[in-house]
C-alpha cells in the first residue's frame, strides 16, 4: 500500500470511528430521555443524528435516500434530515486513478485504450466515471470503484443498524427488521461489477428493439469485479428539459414509465434507483426522442408471484375487490393483517397507484413538489400503523416502493400530464403469470443473471 493510500485508508478509519462515536451519543441522549419519561425533541435529535452520519458522505447516503421514501421506516424528522445529507465522495486524483486502474487491468492498462481522461466525468458513492476512447475507436465511459468500498459499506451497514435501533426504541409503526436485510443485501450486490454488467446484458435483452430507450453495451474484456467499462451514451440531463414544450417532456415521462413498467411487468425486474443522473436524453435536431438508461448497480429482481400480486393489487383497487387487494399484500408476504391495517395500507396503495386509476389526463400528483412527494399520505398512514401495528415490511416491497416514489419524483420535476391509466393497461395487456415466468428463466440464463430466491 503507498503512503497516499494509507492516508486515505487511515482517514476512513478515522472517520468511522468518530461517526460511530456521535452516533453512539446521540443514541444515548435518546435512551435516557425515554428512561426518565422526558419528551425529547425529534427534530433536534434528528439533526444531530443526521451531522453525525454525514461525516460517511459515502454509501450511507443512498441509504438515506431510500429511507425518506418507505412510509415510517423512520420518523418524518429523521427521514427529512436524512435525505439532505449529500450522496457524492470525494473524487480520486489522476494519481490515484492510474494505481486503481493498473490495480485491476494490469501495468500496460493503457495500452488498452486510445486515449483515457484520468479526470473523471461524473461521481457518485461508490465510484466514479471516466471518459475513454476504445481501441476500434468506440466512446467508452469507465467506471472505477473507489477503493476499500466494501468495508466503507460494512462500517455503513454498522452505522445503519444503529439508527434502525434507536427507532426500535420509540413505538415504531413499521417493524425495519426486513427493510434492513433487503438495504444490506442490494448494497452489497452494489459493489459487485460483474453482476452490474450482467444486469447491463439483461436490459438489453429485456428492451431490445424498443426505439425510446437505449442501454449501454458491456465490454468484457476492459472490466472486473470493480471495473465497468461500457459504451458512452451522449445524451443532455433530464432536468434541462423542464422548460421544454408539455410534448417533449411527456414523451420523455412516457419512455421513462415504459423503462420502468415494462420490465417489470414482462420479466419481473426493476430498475431500482430512479435518480435524476440515472437518465439523459437523446434527440433528433432538438427534438427528444427517448432516454438512455444509466447506471445497473441498483436491480430488484422479483419471484413472479409478486409480479402478480402488483397486478392483483391494481385490478383489486379499480374494481372496488377487496378480497383481491388482500389476497395482494398475502401474495407479497404481509402477515397478520386486521381490517383497520388493510384500511392504513389502502391510503398508501391507492396513492401509488392514484393515477393508474384514473382514465383521464393528467399530472401524476396535484400541488405536491417533488421533495414532498408521498409525505402526507405517509402521515395518515402513520397514525393508523402506529396504533394497530407494527407492520412487518416484506423484503421485496421495500424497492418497489422506493422506485416508485423515485419515479414519481422524476414525473413531478417534468411536469409531465398524460393518461397515465391508458400506459399502466397498455403495458401490461394480456398479462399472463406462466408466461412472465417463462420469459424470466430464459433472458435471465441468456444474461447470466440468477434467478430471483
Known sequence: MSDDEANRFSARAARYARVGTNVGAVAARMAGQRLFGIEGDRSRNAADLAAALGGLKGPMMKVAQLLSTIPEALPPEYARELSQLQSQAPPMGPAFVRRRMVAELGPDWQSRFKSFDAQPAASASLGQVHRAIGPDGRDLAVKLQYPDMQSAVEADLTQLKVVFAIHARMDPA????????????????????????????????????????????????????????????????????????????????????????????????????????????????????????????????????????????????????????????????????????????????????????????????????????????????????????????????????????????????????????????????????????RRQREVFAQAGVPLPK
Open 174 to 437: 413499521v417493524d425495519t427488521r426486513e427493510i434492513l436485510a433487503e438495504i444490506s443485501a442490494r448494497l452489497r450486490e452494489e459493489l459487485d461489477y460483474t453482476l452490474e454488467a450482467g444486469h447491463m446484458r439483461l436490459y438489453q435483452r429485456v428492451l431490445d428493439g424498443n426505439p425510446l430507450i437505449r442501454v449501454p453495451e458491456v465490454v468484457p474484456e476492459l472490466s472486473t469485479g470493480r471495473l465497468l467499462t461500457m459504451s458512452w451514451l451522449e445524451g443532455r440531463r433530464l432536468l434541462e428539459f423542464k422548460e421544454s414544450p408539455l410534448e417533449h417532456r411527456n414523451a420523455i415521462a412516457r419512455a421513462m414509465f415504459t423503462a420502468w413498467w415494462y420490465p417489470f411487468s414482462h420479466y419481473g425486474v426493476i430498475h431500482g434507483d430512479p435518480h435524476l443522473g440515472n437518465y439523459t436524453i437523446f434527440e433528433n435536431d432538438g427534438v427528444p426522442e427517448g432516454i438512455n438508461l444509466l447506471d445497473y448497480g441498483c436491480i430488484r429482481t422479483f419471484r413472479t408471484p409478486f409480479v402478480q400480486g402488483v397486478i392483483d393489487l391494481y385490478t383489486g383497487l379499480l374494481r372496488g375487490d377487496r378480497d383481491l387487494v388482500c389476497h395482494a399484500y398475502e401474495t407479497w408476504g404481509f402477515r397478520g393483517l386486521n381490517t383497520e391495517l388493510i384500511d392504513a395500507m389502502n391510503v398508501w396503495a391507492r396513492f401509488i397507484y392514484g393515477p393508474l386509476l384514473e382514465d383521464r389526463v393528467r399530472a401524476l400528483a396535484e400541488d405536491t413538489a417533488p421533495g414532498e412527494y408521498g409525505r402526507r399520505e405517509a402521515f395518515q398512514v402513520h397514525k393508523v400503523l402506529k396504533e394497530k401495528g407494527p407492520v412487518t415490511v416484506p423484503r421485496e416491497f421495500v424497492f418497489m416502493d422506493r422506485a416508485a416514489i423515485g419515479l414519481g419524483g422524476v414525473f413531478l420535476h417534468l411536469g409531465a400530464r398524460t393518461n397515465w391509466y391508458r400506459l399502466f393497461n397498455e403495458t401490461i395487456e394480456g398479462f399472463q403469470l406462466e408466461e412472465v415466468d
